[in-house]
């Protein structure tokens, strides 16, 4: 296994232990919009270490383990650390932006990094299959729209807006790697773009 990928999944588990055992820990480092405006940045990369459960944690870094080799494959370790933590901080950075003047908003989760190096499978891998029968593709639109349905209706404690911004991230790195695939895989690259713009539109009409 890629030293990287052990590395990050430790880190998680480490880190999400403590805040599971110590609420004063957890409070300290979660992602918390007023504490973040008062100077404590730390936080927007502290809180992807943390998490809600057991159950949240194991998902995560199931999920990280799945999609990670496909990176690394193409890329290489570095390459695969760079996308993880580039869209990390892309999903902490939007959703700062969309609550900023929400000074009780709290998130935790791996969730946007993971989600980011997802998107960049989908990018890489052409023939990848979500579920054994969604192309990637496919699956990378339809999750796009149905964040930005979340990000509006606010009706669940799901961070939303971080998923969306990791994988805006993710998106952006893998492209940056492989400006040729804007040629070669052409369709996913624009259908992936398409909610993007979308989420930038509404929000420029307030309607998000």
């Known amino acids: ?9 430790a880190a998680n588990v480490f880190f999400s232990y403590k805040g599971f055992t110590d609420v004063s820990f957890f409070r300290k480092f979660e992602f918390h919009i007023g504490s973040i405006r008062a100077g404590e940045q730390i936080r927007m990369i502290s809180s992807a270490f943390l998490h809600a459960d057991w159950g949240h944690l194991f998902f995560n870094m199931l999920t990280l383990y799945m999609f990670a080799p496909v990176i690394v494959v193409y890329f290489g370790s570095f390459s695969f650390l760079m996308i993880y933590i580039g869209s990390l901080l892309c999903g902490s950075l ?12 709290r998130a935790i989760g791996a969730s946007g990094a993971v989600t980011g190096i997802i998107f960049s499978a989908i990018l890489l891998e ?3 299959y979500i579920f054994g029968f969604i192309p990637g593709y496919i699956y990378g639109f339809l999750y796009l729209l149905s964040s930005i349905y979340g990000m509006k209706s606010k009706r669940d404690n799901i961070g939303h807006t971080a998923h969306f911004g990791g994988a805006i991230g993710g998106y952006i790195i893998t492209l940056s790697k492989d400006p040729a695939m804007l040629f070669e895989n052409t369709s996913t690259v624009v259908l ?3 909610p993007i713009v979308l989420l930038f539109i509404l929000a420029k009409m307030g309607k998000i």
């Open 94 to 105: 939007l959703t700062l932006y969309f609550h900023q003047n929400d000074y009780n908003y």
């Open 1 to 9: 296994m890629n030293t990287f990928l052990i590395s990050i999944i």
């Open 192 to 194: 992936l773009a398409v």
């Open 126 to 128: 052409k023939g990848m």
